[in-house]
């Protein structure tokens, strides 16, 4: 009971942690003179990427395959279809030109380049297929890449111009971010290990909560970032929030986790993989149902039906 309790608590911790990081990245954006998608791509990103980040690691050391994939997976669909549809529905997200033809491309990208370079059964006709060191520094090279292309974003772009705004104290962004940052790391855990203890005691597979429980839990510090910037009408921070996390679970944490140890790699993954290139290209598509570059409430909802429609089918299937 004590650990469904912290999970309980945990949800409060994630919601409070989020505004108080989004809070905090804003002032930073302006302390540093870089657009709040600069921020988004990088800090926001990195640091809602973190329980991912965590997971993937213990579950690499310990070798369950099952959670390492299903979580970067589940995470990168949730992201689009789950919190972009929440964010969307809040607020209809204003997406510019460079996300439209640079980051989410990228992010594309790096679901098929998962897709390739796992499916070494497919492509090569030699098995067993996996990931391994090779693919994971290759994993990470394109990371490198998204790194030079986000710097270059930070030096070209910098705060609109318009009424001069007051710039925060140094040490009150610092503790803004730190303590949302803790809120998001110890409720996020919380929330986890409430939730995989409780689909464990239901006898669900490890795939399952993997690709569910476990993917939804380390992706709430994005889900409750992006709701809690399109509340506060700062729809960079959102978008670049979700398709930066995107960008970082793949080429980081995903070429992290192989490093450390080849992850094997199931046949019946290339579902989940093709619903994470599904989910971006529908991304990208949404972009062009209109003269602005808009994800609407429509097609936000959309999003969260497609989501439920993925979750059902998955739990559905793999039990």
């Not at 006709?125 to 520094?137: E, H, N, Q, V, Y």
């Not at 889900?223 to 959102?238: F, M």
């Given at each position: 009971?004590?650990?469904?309790?912290?999970?309980?608590?945990?949800?409060?911790?994630?919601?409070?942690?989020?505004?108080?990081?989004?809070?905090?990245?804003?002032?930073?954006?302006?302390?540093?003179?870089?657009?709040?998608?600069?921020?988004?791509?990088?800090?926001?990103?990195?640091?809602?990427?973190?329980?991912?980040?965590?997971?993937?690691?213990?579950?690499?050391?310990?070798?369950?395959?099952?959670?390492?994939?299903?979580?970067?997976?589940?995470?990168?669909?949730?992201?689009?279809?789950?919190?972009?549809?929440?964010?969307?529905?809040?607020?209809?997200?204003?997406?510019?030109?460079?996300?439209?033809?640079?980051?989410?491309?990228?992010?594309?990208?790096?679901?098929?380049?998962?897709?390739?370079?796992?499916?070494?059964?497919?492509i090569d006709g030699a098995g067993?297929?996996?990931?391994?060191?090779?693919?994971?520094?290759?994993?990470?090279?394109?990371?490198?890449?998204?790194?030079?292309?986000?710097?270059?974003?930070?030096?070209?772009?910098?705060?609109?111009?318009?009424?001069?705004?007051?710039?925060?104290?140094?040490?009150?962004?610092?503790?803004?971010?730190?303590?949302?940052?803790?809120?998001?790391?110890?409720?996020?855990?919380?929330?986890?290990?409430?939730?995989?203890?409780?689909?464990?005691?239901?006898?669900?597979?490890?795939?399952?909560?993997?690709?569910?429980?476990?993917?939804?839990?380390?992706?709430?510090?994005?889900?409750?970032?992006?709701?809690?910037?399109?509340?506060?009408?700062?729809?960079?921070?959102?978008?670049?929030?979700?398709?930066?996390?995107?960008?970082f679970n793949i080429f980081f944490?995903?070429?992290?986790?192989s490093l450390i140890r080849p992850?094997?790699?199931?046949?019946?993954?290339?579902?989940?993989?093709?619903?994470?290139?599904?989910?971006?290209?529908?991304?990208?598509?949404?972009?062009?149902?209109?003269?602005?570059?808009?994800?609407?409430?429509?097609?936000?909802?959309?999003?969260?039906?497609?989501?439920?429609?993925?979750?059902?089918?998955?739990?559905?299937?793999?039990?």
């Amino acid at each position: 009971m004590l650990v469904y309790g912290l999970m309980a608590v945990g949800f409060v911790f994630v919601i409070k942690g989020a505004d108080l990081f989004v809070s905090g990245a804003s002032a930073l954006a302006r302390r540093l003179h870089v657009s709040d998608l600069a921020i988004g791509l990088t800090v926001v990103a990195f640091g809602t990427s973190l329980p991912e980040l965590a997971v993937n690691v213990t579950a690499s050391i310990r070798g369950d395959a099952g959670i390492t994939i299903g979580n970067i997976l589940g995470s990168n669909i949730a992201n689009i279809l789950l919190i972009l549809g929440v964010a969307g529905v809040i607020l209809p997200l204003a997406v510019t030109k460079g996300t439209v033809w640079k980051e989410i491309p990228l992010s594309l990208l790096a679901a098929l380049l998962v897709g390739i370079l796992a499916n070494d059964l497919i492509i090569d006709g030699a098995g067993p297929s996996r990931l391994t060191r090779i693919d994971g520094l290759v994993l990470l090279c394109f990371f490198v890449i998204f790194l030079y292309y986000t710097a270059g974003i930070a030096r070209v772009e910098g705060i609109p111009a318009g009424p001069r705004q007051d710039v925060q104290a140094a040490w009150k962004t610092v503790v803004l971010m730190v303590a949302g940052f803790i809120g998001l790391l110890l409720g996020s855990m919380w929330v986890v290990e409430g939730a995989v203890k409780l689909a464990t005691a239901l006898g669900v597979q490890q795939t399952v909560i993997g690709l569910t429980i476990v993917a939804v839990g380390t992706s709430l510090p994005e889900l409750a970032t992006s709701a809690a910037a399109a509340y506060r009408k700062n729809p960079e921070i959102a978008i670049g929030n979700v398709v930066g996390s995107n960008i970082f679970n793949i080429f980081f944490i995903l070429g992290v986790s192989s490093l450390i140890r080849p992850i094997p790699f199931e046949p019946r993954a290339n579902v989940d993989i093709g619903a994470a290139i599904v989910a971006s290209g529908l991304l990208f598509a949404c972009m062009f149902t209109s003269k602005e570059h808009i994800l609407d409430r429509r097609e936000a909802a959309l999003f969260l039906v497609l989501y439920t429609i993925y979750v059902t089918a998955t739990v559905v299937w793999l039990n």
